[in-house]
């Protein structure tokens, strides 16, 4: 079975760390750029970073600096390290597989929905105090 499985997310004060794995069963995330969404309550889903497959990151500018996309590909898993966390970034989280599209791209278009396809469930962060 194919799929994708976030875990890690959890209730959390401001200023606290949480680390999100997404982790792949039935297929190679090694062959895939890979991309964090949030989407909070009310509102559309947002690109948090991608990651190519060479390992180069992009950062929405709303967690550069806070957050740090990783990959493991012997352990067939990304992570998603988040400091410094606000009540603003609490939402559920979602990882994403998509053709990669290299480094550049992904720093003039962003993290987009359009261009990641097999979803994950995704994993609630709450931040608060």
């Known amino acids: 079975q194919v799929q994708l499985v976030e875990s890690g997310g959890g209730l959390v004060q401001p200023g606290g760390s949480l680390r999100l794995s997404c982790a792949a069963s039935g297929f190679a995330l090694d062959y895939y750029a890979i991309g964090w969404f949030r989407q909070a309550p009310g509102k559309e889903r947002e690109g948090v970073s991608s990651?190519?497959?060479?390992?180069?990151?992009y950062y929405a500018d709303s967690v550069k600096g806070r957050f740090t996309n990783s990959r493991d590909n012997a352990k067939n898993t990304v992570y998603l390290q988040m400091n410094s966390l606000k009540p603003e970034d609490t939402a559920v989280y979602y990882c994403?597989?998509?053709?990669?599209?290299?480094?550049?791209?992904?720093?003039?278009?962003?993290?987009?929905?359009?261009?990641?396809?097999?979803w994950g469930q995704g994993t609630q962060v709450t931040v608060s105090s």
């Open positions: 990651i190519t497959r060479d390992g180069n990151t």
């Open positions: 994403a597989t998509g053709r990669d599209r290299g480094s550049s791209y992904y720093r003039l278009r962003g993290v987009r929905v359009a261009d990641f396809g097999s």
